[in-house]
Protein backbone atom coordinates (compact mmCIF):
# COMPACT_ATOMS: atom_id res chain seq x y z
CA UNK A 1 0.00 0.00 0.00
CA UNK A 2 1.14 3.47 -0.89
CA UNK A 3 -0.45 6.79 1.26
CA UNK A 4 -0.81 9.96 -0.63
CA UNK A 5 -1.48 13.48 0.64
CA UNK A 6 -1.96 16.58 -0.97
CA UNK A 7 -0.96 20.42 0.68
CA UNK A 8 -0.55 23.71 -1.01
CA UNK A 9 -4.22 24.57 -1.93
CA UNK A 10 -5.35 27.41 -1.46
CA UNK A 11 -7.22 31.17 -2.54
CA UNK A 12 -5.61 33.00 -4.71
CA UNK A 13 -6.10 36.23 -7.29
CA UNK A 14 -5.70 35.80 -10.92
CA UNK A 15 -2.25 35.67 -11.78
CA UNK A 16 -1.08 34.92 -8.47
CA UNK A 17 0.72 31.34 -7.75
CA UNK A 18 0.87 28.63 -5.70
CA UNK A 19 2.86 25.24 -4.88
CA UNK A 20 1.26 21.92 -4.55
CA UNK A 21 2.94 18.89 -2.84
CA UNK A 22 2.53 15.55 -2.77
CA UNK A 23 3.63 13.23 -0.19
CA UNK A 24 3.96 9.36 -0.54
CA UNK A 25 4.74 6.90 2.26
CA UNK A 26 4.77 3.19 2.48
CA UNK A 27 6.05 0.74 0.14
CA UNK A 28 7.36 3.84 -1.84
CA UNK A 29 9.63 1.33 -3.44
CA UNK A 30 7.73 0.33 -6.25
CA UNK A 31 6.40 3.65 -6.94
CA UNK A 32 6.98 4.74 -10.52
CA UNK A 33 5.02 7.65 -11.78
CA UNK A 34 3.15 10.46 -9.94
CA UNK A 35 0.35 12.35 -11.45
CA UNK A 36 -1.78 15.53 -10.98
CA UNK A 37 -5.39 15.72 -11.69
CA UNK A 38 -7.99 18.18 -11.40
CA UNK A 39 -11.67 18.39 -10.76
CA UNK A 40 -13.79 21.31 -11.49
CA UNK A 41 -17.22 21.72 -9.80
CA UNK A 42 -19.74 19.56 -12.19
CA UNK A 43 -17.17 18.76 -14.37
CA UNK A 44 -14.65 15.10 -14.30
CA UNK A 45 -11.44 14.79 -12.88
CA UNK A 46 -9.11 15.78 -15.74
CA UNK A 47 -5.06 15.09 -16.37
CA UNK A 48 -2.66 17.56 -16.04
CA UNK A 49 0.44 16.32 -15.13
CA UNK A 50 2.91 13.71 -14.68
CA UNK A 51 6.28 12.83 -13.76
CA UNK A 52 8.81 9.90 -13.75
CA UNK A 53 10.24 8.49 -10.25
CA UNK A 54 12.89 6.73 -12.72
CA UNK A 55 14.16 9.09 -15.65
CA UNK A 56 13.22 12.55 -16.76
CA UNK A 57 9.90 11.69 -18.65
CA UNK A 58 7.13 14.24 -17.89
CA UNK A 59 3.80 14.70 -19.38
CA UNK A 60 2.23 18.21 -18.93
CA UNK A 61 -1.12 19.17 -20.49
CA UNK A 62 -0.93 22.30 -23.06
CA UNK A 63 -3.45 24.69 -21.45
CA UNK A 64 -0.78 25.06 -18.35
CA UNK A 65 2.40 24.43 -20.28
CA UNK A 66 4.57 27.26 -19.36
CA UNK A 67 2.45 27.64 -16.11
CA UNK A 68 2.39 25.04 -14.24
CA UNK A 69 5.84 22.38 -13.47
CA UNK A 70 5.95 19.53 -12.27
CA UNK A 71 9.53 18.31 -9.96
CA UNK A 72 10.06 15.64 -7.99
CA UNK A 73 12.51 14.87 -4.72
CA UNK A 74 12.81 10.97 -4.83
CA UNK A 75 15.24 11.17 -1.38
CA UNK A 76 12.09 12.71 0.12
CA UNK A 77 9.20 10.43 -1.61
CA UNK A 78 7.66 14.42 -2.49
CA UNK A 79 6.36 15.62 -5.89
CA UNK A 80 5.58 19.39 -6.38
CA UNK A 81 3.33 21.17 -9.02
CA UNK A 82 4.54 24.85 -9.21
CA UNK A 83 1.25 27.00 -10.81
CA UNK A 84 2.18 30.13 -11.40
CA UNK A 85 0.09 32.87 -13.61
CA UNK A 86 -3.40 31.37 -12.36
CA UNK A 87 -6.44 31.83 -13.78
CA UNK A 88 -9.80 31.04 -12.66
CA UNK A 89 -10.91 28.09 -15.03
CA UNK A 90 -7.32 26.26 -12.49
CA UNK A 91 -10.28 26.61 -10.09
CA UNK A 92 -10.41 22.98 -9.18
CA UNK A 93 -9.47 20.27 -6.33
CA UNK A 94 -6.09 18.66 -6.93
CA UNK A 95 -6.00 15.09 -6.79
CA UNK A 96 -2.35 13.28 -6.44
CA UNK A 97 -2.08 10.08 -7.67
CA UNK A 98 0.51 7.75 -7.10
CA UNK A 99 1.46 4.48 -9.40
CA UNK A 100 3.11 1.70 -7.96
CA UNK A 101 2.62 -2.07 -7.85
CA UNK A 102 0.24 -1.98 -11.18
CA UNK A 103 -1.73 0.49 -8.52
CA UNK A 104 -3.07 3.70 -8.31
CA UNK A 105 -3.05 5.23 -5.20
CA UNK A 106 -5.15 8.70 -4.96
CA UNK A 107 -5.15 11.46 -2.13
CA UNK A 108 -7.89 13.03 -1.04
CA UNK A 109 -7.42 16.40 -2.87
CA UNK A 110 -6.76 19.98 -2.05
CA UNK A 111 -8.92 22.67 -2.89
CA UNK A 112 -7.38 25.45 -5.19
CA UNK A 113 -9.69 28.69 -6.03
CA UNK A 114 -8.55 31.51 -8.28
CA UNK A 115 -10.64 34.40 -8.00
CA UNK A 116 -10.91 38.38 -7.64
Known amino acids: QVQVVESGGGSVQPGGSLRLSCAAS????????VSWYRQAPGNARKFVAR????????IIIDSVKGRFTISRDNAKNMVYLQMNSLKPEDTAVYYC?????????WGQGTQVTVSS
Open 51 to 58: ISTTDDDI
Open 26 to 33: GRVDGLYA
Open 97 to 105: KAAAYNNDY
